[in-house]
Nanobody
Framework: QLQLVESGGGLVQPGGSLRLSCAAS????????VGWFRQAPGKEREGVSC????????NYAVSVKGRFTTSRDNAKNTVYLQMNSLKPEDTAVYYC??????????????????WGQGTQVTVSS
């Protein structure tokens, strides 16, 4: 079965850190760009970051730039989202998504065709 599985979410205080993981099973992520998205209750899904297949190119939303870092370990078939200096407005369900592509990466949700089930991140004191 081809799937993406997110993990690492949880409850953290403002200013804290979390690292999310996105592990692929049933296929290799080597040929895929991966994006991270989030959706808070009552809000539209937001493209948080993306990373190209080789890992050399990343892109971030203005709201998280300088605080979040995405990376990948193709040997482990996993992509990560390191989140530092978390704020209450970062509270959302976080999803990873993948698309097979040779070129760059995108933070547009409609460009991805494989999605994980999501993991909840709650930032609260």
């Amino acid at each position: 079965q081809l799937q993406l599985v997110e993990s690492g979410g949880g409850l953290v205080q403002p200013g804290g850190s979390l690292r999310l993981s996105c592990a692929a099973s049933g296929f290799t992520l080597d040929y895929y760009a991966v994006g991270w998205f989030r959706q808070a209750p009552g809000k539209e899904r937001e493209g948080v970051s993306c990373i190209n297949r080789g890992g050399a190119l990343t892109n971030y939303a203005v709201s998280v730039k300088g605080r979040f870092t995405t990376s990948r370990d193709n040997a482990k078939n996993t992509v990560y989202l390191q989140m530092n200096s978390l704020k209450p407005e970062d509270t959302a369900v976080y999803y990873c998504a993948a698309v097979r592509t040779y070129y760059g990466c995108s933070r547009r949700a409609d460009e991805y065709d494989r999605w994980g089930q999501g993991t909840q991140v709650t930032v609260s004191s």
